[in-house]
């Protein structure tokens, strides 16, 4: 199992094109046996200490083996719709990991 952490910084103002992928992109998780185990949009509120931006959302997902993250990348009707990722996402954090 391998464990994916996702930081999304998103382009003020493109919020509504960002979700438009996530539509597509979340429910694509399941296709490679992964799934979307905790979806957090943080307020200023919610951060306890901070040395960073705060981002727009953070997204843990799990995935059987590294081949299905991999796979989910590679999925041919995602890529159709990396354009909306690419007009509403400044930048994105991704740490990968192992449960210990």
């Known amino acids: 199992m391998i464990y994916i952490?996702?930081?999304?910084?998103?382009?003020?103002?493109?919020?509504?094109?960002?979700?438009?992928?996530?539509?597509?992109?979340i429910p694509t998780i399941l296709k490679y046996n992964g799934r979307l185990t905790l979806?957090?949009?943080?307020?200023?509120?919610?951060?306890?200490?901070k040395n960073m931006e705060?981002?727009?959302?953070?997204?843990?997902?799990?995935?059987?083996?590294?081949?299905d993250f991999d796979n989910f990348k590679q999925?041919?009707?995602?890529?159709?719709?990396?354009h909306l990722k690419e007009k509403s996402i400044q930048s994105s954090i991704l740490i990968q990991g192992t449960k210990l």
């Open 5 to 25: 952490t996702q930081l999304i910084y998103v382009i003020a103002g493109q919020e509504e094109i960002f979700h438009q992928f996530e539509d597509i992109a």
């Open 39 to 49: 979806r957090i949009r943080p307020t200023e509120e919610s951060i306890i200490e």
């Open 54 to 67: 705060k981002p727009y959302e953070i997204h843990l997902v799990e995935f059987n083996t590294l081949e």
């Open 75 to 82: 999925d041919e009707e995602r890529k159709k719709f990396l």
